[in-house]
């Protein structure tokens, strides 16, 4: 409650090494431009370098299971994203090493493995086709600077992205794939990072109940909630509650506050059916605040963001460190923050940045636009916001890729205020009943 993916091996020189190590923690010096969106369904190569191998094809007349393309070379060199879409994924196992995926239009989805260090931009954020998404590298089973990259649609193996490259030919980065992929082109709205706790790609709900118990309530991706079920008991005592990824799985996690002051971590559990695969402390101090806030990257690092107000009306950003802990804090510029009665963060206007959507005693409803480390001068966006016991969004509850607003009413009526991508707010319309004496909803 907000008041809340083997390449033969290569030699490789000191050069090589330097230039991944100077753009590992320099990225800005290579990073491309990001393009205006595209709409003419046309992947761009997103590396540097020699074909080595294709799906299925060693490239030297051998077969070989492979799923992907690989670019040879390039060691420390950008990787762009081949086309618009949102940041599916930001993780890394034994075989890909750092990887990204990254979802488009058509049912499309690319994967970028072996990269230097993990990808720039946070799951959920929206990128476009040429905009640097990491470096090239060559973590995971390799032993060889190269990109590898695939391409799946509808859940499957894209094959045909072969017919695009050439064995053993150099190809540049940001240059057109030459072939066609059909519906690439179709325009959908851009998803939005959501509190999907049961992992069927659509946002939920979790209530504290006057009993303590944690209460799971399923959304159906357009107007109403699935029937509540029991998670847990015994969370009377946690103070204030809120979502993110914090520890950058692109599983939706929770961040709790308990009576004594505790700050709890509940990491999204990344088996299908939902729940929280571990807890663990992760500060103290944290007692008395009026806002605890989350769900988004408030400071440009690509990584999601806490942020908590004091009653003195101070706000705090915490920098998620991508593992479920915080790594440092900034202090952001701006107006005192106790006079707000309802504070809900998200990335209302879609432009990869956390704002807030901030409601006073009034009822003023106030946008206020994310900008590295703080926000930029606030926007009225709404009048007459009074009559509501709780509030919480910042994701997409409707379906339709814009970042809503959950709010109780006095009745314990739940509504769904749908967002339209700008920071305001369309008709709300009732999903739930009976949530009166729910002590928390996130």
């Known amino acids: 409650m907000k008041r809340q993916s083997r390449l033969r091996r290569a030699r490789v020189g000191v050069l090589a090494l330097l230039a991944v190590v100077l753009a590992s923690f320099f990225p800005s010096l290579t990073s491309s431009a990001p393009a205006s969106a595209a709409t003419d369904g046309q992947m761009v190569v997103p590396s540097s370098g020699n074909i080595q191998s294709k799906v299925g094809d060693g490239c030297r007349n051998n077969y070989r299971k492979h799923d992907g393309i690989d670019i040879g070379g390039g060691g420390g060199t950008p990787i ?3 086309y618009d879409g949102v940041i599916k994924a930001r993780t890394a196992n034994s075989g890909y090493g750092n990887y990204v995926d990254i979802e488009h239009p058509g049912g499309y989805v690319t994967r970028y493995g072996h ?21 090239v590298g060559k973590t995971g089973a390799t032993d060889a600077y190269h990109l590898h990259f695939e391409v799946w649609r509808n859940g499957s193996v894209y094959s045909a992205i072969n017919n695009g490259f050439t064995c053993l030919t150099n190809v540049t980065r940001g240059s057109f794939i030459p072939m066609n992929f059909p519906g690439l082109g179709t325009p959908v709205n ?4 959501t509190a999907d706790y049961n992992r069927d790609g659509k946002a939920d709900l979790v209530g504290v109940a006057a009993d303590g118990d944690l209460h799971f309530l399923g959304g159906n991706g357009t107007a109403a909630l699935k029937p509540r079920v029991v ?6 005592g ?8 914090l520890n950058n799985d692109g599983h939706s996690d929770l961040i709790v ?8 971590f509940y990491g999204g559990s990344p088996a299908a059916g939902g729940g929280f695969a571990s807890q663990r402390d992760i500060a103290t101090g944290w007692g008395g605040l009026l806002h605890l806030v989350s769900g988004a ?3 440009g690092d690509g990584l999601h963001d806490v942020i908590s107000v004091r009653p003195d009306g101070n706000m705090t950003i915490h920098l998620g460190d991508g593992k479920g802990g915080l790594s440092g804090q900034t202090r952001p510029g701006g107006p005192e923050w106790n006079s707000m009665v309802y504070l809900v963060g998200g990335d209302f206007d879609r432009d990869g940045r956390g704002d807030l959507i901030a409601i006073d005693a009034a009822g003023t ?21 009074t009559g509501f016991t709780a509030m919480t969004g910042g994701v997409d509850y409707n379906g339709d890729g814009r970042p809503d607003l959950v709010a109780r009413m006095a009745n314990g009526d739940l509504r769904v205020y749908p967002g339209g991508g700008n920071g305001g707010f369309g008709a709300s319309y009732v999903i739930g009943t009976g949530f009166g004496s729910y002590l928390q909803i996130e």
Do not use: C
């Open 80 to 82: 762009l994203a081949a």
């Open 257 to 264: 506050v308990r009576n004594d002051g505790t700050l709890e």
């Open 231 to 236: 998670i847990t008991s015994g969370w009377a």
């Open 297 to 299: 990257d408030y400071t």
């Open 238 to 245: 946690r103070g204030q509650i809120a979502h993110g990824d």
């Open 190 to 193: 851009p998803k939005v990072l």
């Open 115 to 135: 990269m230097a260090a993990p990808g720039m931009q946070a799951a959920g954020t929206r990128v476009s086709r040429g905009q640097q998404i990491g470096v």
């Open 365 to 385: 409803q106030y946008f206020y636009p994310g900008i590295p480390n703080g926000f930029a001068a606030r926007q009225i966006v709404g009048r007459g916001w």
